[in-house]
């Protein structure tokens, strides 16, 4: 981390160059004009506390603000809703979230646009973070889940931008703001300990302590914070999954286990030699074990499907059953053979580590005001290798046919019993896998198919930044401040991928009884009648120990391997105003990216001995005007208008230039592409607000956006050169698709009634775009309606609250196997207690998920039928803390 700050460092100097033809040019112009009057002092600042106290700070935010913004407030340390950050944003107005495997928010959209197009920032500054499973798509998001809810002081949702915020955020731009020393009381202490339990986690429990100090001298010029915490979450899912309509034509039930640890340091120190002069240096680091096994007990058809057909199944009455138009299978039926029946089990030592250090400075006199910082941030992780193996009955006997003739198959015989199948695979929330004559509980049967073997990826992450901004108050009529700036980063990316095999003995011969640990009790969500809810478990443990002690060294998988740097530079001015009844901003930010994709070459892939790379390059710029205006109408009315040019970055997936398919045989190849321009889009926004009472609103806002390109998929024709020569190939790579339009209106409501208060907010979207071909298509990440409805009860003594949310039906990246699923309307009710037995010691209970959703997605093609059917249960959550 020391080298990395001292790039940054070096990235400072660098940029300050370029800084003296904006900013310094911008401070003589308006030097000789600066406004010398005192600003005037600011308003006393009265500490609340609870959530009246937060919900006033929020309304607050949110009145005073020159853009459209929302804010989720807490002056009290430990009282910030929710146990993820994640889920505290869904109850914003016009914000909606995904969940992950476990069932804990992860993702956020606003207004209804991907979440891969929100921006979220760490005190106005990106944190680097990986994935940790295999499968995911690397992203510019940041993972919620790593900051514990104590260090966080404030969280802003910015749904309209100004010139001054960085870039980034078609949907919007979350920015999380942590505690500093200076801003609390000398000698502020605050423990918590916790425990947690999930409904199906059969009695496991997970658990942690958080603890923070903050000083400062008595004079007030030094203060320095430091938190630790430590927080063990049980995570589980019951699945039901059925890729029936995809190519490898299985389905299975799952159970998915991670009991996550989350270990974070952070330490913030300040120093202030004058009242004018600030320093605050911060280092964050938290780290997560992510460890997990995932558990399906598959029927896999594609292992002989195309000798077969349907030849293999018996059919009885339909009932409604239907053929898949991919794969010709009837959706219900029984099996007799010609396929394997077995679990595929994949277990992940996965791994996150993410570090923050940087150092800022604040300069204040009268009419000017000049800040900066400079830091870096770290990521590294990645699924830790994935052990996989499979374990069933498999090699069916098959009677081949002559040319011609329809094949036939010999059932397989299992203790003297023909073993067979049951499915029902033509439900939208259900499905039916019914083995008759073997127990699913029972290992014996389940030998070892294939594997085990270990692949693993490896991720990093890492940017390094600088940023200098000034203020300058001036008397240009309406006009009261110039803001001016600049923000340099050098950001870097790289995947790599090794594979491993088992070079012992120790697997040889075994079924999964000889590693098995006890039973996996499934929820039986998703499932028909007669399907198994008790299924054998392995001892992940003990595989991953046995195969890691006799493993091969690791190959290296170039076709996973590639690095992709971005050089960054964004310029601004911004212009605030103010007269008797009206403020806003309006500004332009202008920021350039040059793009560097470094690969090895097709023939660099086929051969051990060459590595040999090559670098693809891609560049844009962008100019990005805003305008936010408010008007009070009254006392108690204000309305506003926005309008911006905003931009979000593709992910790192789809700019990653490696080629991670390519034959020699087809010539055919597949590969990111570096040279993808920005989503760009264009939007307005225009509302409402009735203050009517103290803690208390009410609001309308309309919006929309025209969202110029999203990304799609196209195969262009490159002369690539292999082993055997060079020739035309067909390389599949993301490319610029077409554009969407969509428009939505926002309404709020709060007030409080004695100890009683009430929230709610409703968010309808209504948006489409047209994929590559013309056709019109539904946008990722939009829910038509959503809504959050919150009742809260507060004394003294206790406090209540109960928030229900609820989302329609959406289209999403799968969690599971395959592309973009239709996933089913949520709804999601949370429950808080809080007992305060003194001033500063409470306990708290908080249930998520209590009316116990279950998660549903359909395949977004074909027959339209289950997808994923996600049970994770109900979370239980007791904690006690102290402040002092």
Excluded: C
Aim: hydrophobic content about 35%; charged content about 20%.
């Amino acid at each position: 981390m020391r080298n990395k700050l001292s790039d940054a460092i070096k990235l400072a100097n660098k940029s300050a160059l370029m800084l003296g033809s904006v900013a310094a040019v911008t401070m003589m112009g308006f030097a000789t004009t600066a406004n010398a009057q005192d600003a005037g002092a600011e308003p006393e600042e009265v500490l609340v506390t609870g959530i009246r106290g937060a919900l006033q700070q929020a309304i607050d935010v949110k009145r005073n603000s020159d853009a459209v913004v929302d804010a989720i407030s807490s002056e009290d340390i430990g009282k910030f809703p929710d146990k993820n950050l994640a889920e505290s944003l869904q109850r914003v107005p016009g914000v909606t979230i995904n969940r992950g495997f476990t069932g804990e928010g992860n993702e956020v959209s606003i207004r209804g646009v991907n979440p891969q197009l929100t921006s979220v920032l760490l005190n106005g500054n990106y944190v680097a973070s990986t994935g940790w499973f295999s499968q995911t798509a690397n992203k510019r998001s940041f993972n919620m889940d790593l900051l514990p809810s104590e260090l966080v002081k404030k969280v802003e949702v910015y749904k309209s931008p100004t010139a001054s915020l960085d870039e980034g955020g078609v949907g919007g731009t979350v920015i999380v703001e942590t505690r500093k020393p200076l801003d609390l009381d000398a000698n502020t202490a605050f423990v918590s300990l916790e425990g947690m339990a999930n409904s199906i986690a059969d009695g496991e429990t997970g658990g942690g302590a958080t603890g923070m100090y903050s000083w400062k001298n008595e004079s007030e010029s030094f203060g320095i914070l430091v938190a630790a915490s430590t927080l063990e979450t049980i995570g589980r899912a019951h699945k039901a999954e059925n890729y029936w309509e995809e190519g490898w034509s299985a389905s299975g039930i799952a159970a998915f286990d991670q009991d996550r640890v989350r270990d974070v340091f952070d330490i913030t120190a300040q120093w202030a030699p004058t009242d004018e002069l600030t320093f605050t240096g911060h280092y964050l680091s938290t780290e997560i074990d992510a460890t997990n096994t995932n558990q399906n007990f598959l029927f896999i058809n594609s292992h002989w499907r195309d000798g077969v057909q349907n030849q293999n199944m018996i059919v009885p009455g339909t009932k409604g059953g239907r053929t898949t138009p991919n794969n010709g299978l009837a959706t219900i039926g029984e099996y007799t053979s010609g396929a394997w029946l077995a679990q595929d089990i994949n277990s992940r030592e996965a791994n996150i580590k993410s570090e923050v250090g940087d150092v800022g400075f604040k300069y204040e006199i009268d009419g000017f005001t000049l800040e900066g910082s400079v830091g870096t941030t770290e990521a590294n992780g990645g699924n830790g290798g994935n052990i996989n193996s499979l374990w069933g009955i498999g090699g069916y006997a098959i009677d081949w046919a002559a040319p011609g003739e329809p094949g036939k198959s010999v059932p397989f015989m299992y203790n003297g019993k023909p073993v067979t199948v049951k499915i029902n695979m033509d439900g939208k929330t259900q499905m039916q896998l019914a083995p008759q004559g073997v127990d699913a509980a029972d290992g014996e049967w389940q030998a070892l198919g294939d594997g085990p073997s270990r692949e693993s990826n490896v991720l990093h992450d890492e940017e390094q930044y600088f940023e200098l901004d000034g203020k300058f108050d001036v008397e240009f009529g309406a006009v009261n401040a110039i803001k001016t700036g600049i923000k340099a980063r050098t950001h870097e990316f790289s995947n790599d991928g090794y594979r491993y095999t088992y070079t012992g003995t120790e697997f040889a011969g075994t079924t999964l009884a000889d590693w098995q640990d006890g039973v996996i009790k499934h929820s039986g969500e998703g499932l028909f009648g007669g399907s198994p809810t008790r299924i054998a478990r392995i001892d992940a443990d003990k595989v991953r120990k046995a195969f890691k002690a006799n493993q091969s060294a690791g190959v290296q998988n170039r076709g996973a391997w590639a690095e992709v740097e971005e050089d960054i530079t964004a310029l601004y001015t911004q212009a605030d105003f103010e007269g008797d009844a009206y403020a806003g901003n309006v500004g332009v930010r202008y920021v350039t990216t040059d793009i560097t994709g470094t690969r090895y070459t097709i023939a660099a892939l086929n051969d051990v001995n060459n590595k040999t790379t090559e670098q693809e390059k891609g560049e844009y710029s962008d100019i990005l005007p805003s305008f936010n205006y408010k008007l009070d109408l009254s006392d108690d009315l204000v309305a506003r208008f926005s309008a911006a040019r905003v931009m979000s970055r593709p992910g790192y997936s789809d700019m990653s230039p490696s080629y991670t398919s390519q034959s020699q045989v087809s010539r055919k190849a597949a590969k990111g592409n570096v040279g993808l321009d920005p989503y760009r889009a264009t939007q307005m926004d225009l509302g409402v607000e009735w203050y009517f009472d103290e803690n208390a609103i009410a609001s309308a806002a309309v919006f929309t956006k025209d969202i110029r390109s999203f990304l799609t998929s196209s195969v262009v024709i490159e002369k690539i050169t292999d082993p055997s020569g060079t020739w035309d190939y067909e390389v599949t790579t993301p490319s610029q698709g077409r554009g969407g339009k969509l428009q939505g209106l926002e309404l709020q409501y709060q007030q409080t009634f004695g100890n009683f208060g009430a929230i709610a907010n409703y968010t309808y979207v209504d948006g489409e775009g047209e994929n590559d071909k013309g056709v019109k298509a539904a946008l990722p990440g939009t829910s038509r309606n959503s809504y959050n409805l919150t009742g809260y009860y507060e004394t003294d003594l206790i406090s209540a609250r109960l928030a229900y949310t609820h989302r329609s039906e959406f289209l999403a990246e799968g969690l599971g196997i395959g592309g973009t699923e239709l996933y089913a309307d949520q709804s999601f009710l949370d429950a808080n207690v809080t007992w305060f037995i003194t001033d500063n010691i409470n306990v708290s209970f908080d249930a998520q998920n209590l009316l116990g959703e279950v998660t549903t997605s359909t395949h977004g093609y074909g027959l339209e039928t289950l997808s994923i059917s996600n049970d994770n249960g109900t979370r239980y959550y007791v904690k006690a803390s102290m402040k002092f």
